[in-house]
């Protein structure tokens, strides 16, 4: 069983910085695309931004130039730097991931696994 784990959140003003941090464990052959999602209260849940396992990136538009998205293999652990944040990011972001997990005989097991999210507060 394969698991995620968002943390890093918390409250800050309108400026200020926060890096988020999603580590995954478990019997993990091989960690394909992760993804960051956000859910503000009373919205969809929003892709903010993605990387490939070698490292490509997307961002959604509303956060582009602001929030960088990284990843460490080694660590199966993926984080996301959130500068000049604003009000409107405030939200609970979530850690999304696609893995390649291997099971109780060796063989492998495919999932895409949801963290349980970290909330984020950004005052004005």
């Known amino acids: 069983q394969v698991q995620l784990v968002e943390s890093g959140g918390g409250m800050v003003q309108s400026g200020g910085s926060l890096r988020l941090s999603c580590a995954a464990s478990g019997r993990i052959f091989r960690i394909d695309e992760m993804n960051w999602y956000r859910q503000a209260p009373g919205k969809e849940r929003e892709l903010v931004a993605t990387?490939?396992?070698?490292?490509?990136?997307n961002y959604a538009w509303s956060v582009k130039g602001r929030f960088t998205v990284s990843r460490d293999n080694a660590k199966h652990t993926m984080y996301l730097f959130m500068n000049s944040l604003k009000p409107e990011d405030t939200a609970v972001y979530y850690c999304?991931?696609?893995?390649?997990?291997?099971?109780?005989?060796?063989?492998?097991?495919?999932?895409?696994?949801w963290g349980q999210g970290t909330q984020v507060t950004v005052s004005s």
């Open positions: 990387i490939t396992s070698d490292g490509a990136t």
């Open positions: 999304n991931a696609n893995i390649l997990a291997l099971g109780p005989y060796e063989e492998y097991i495919a999932s895409k696994s």
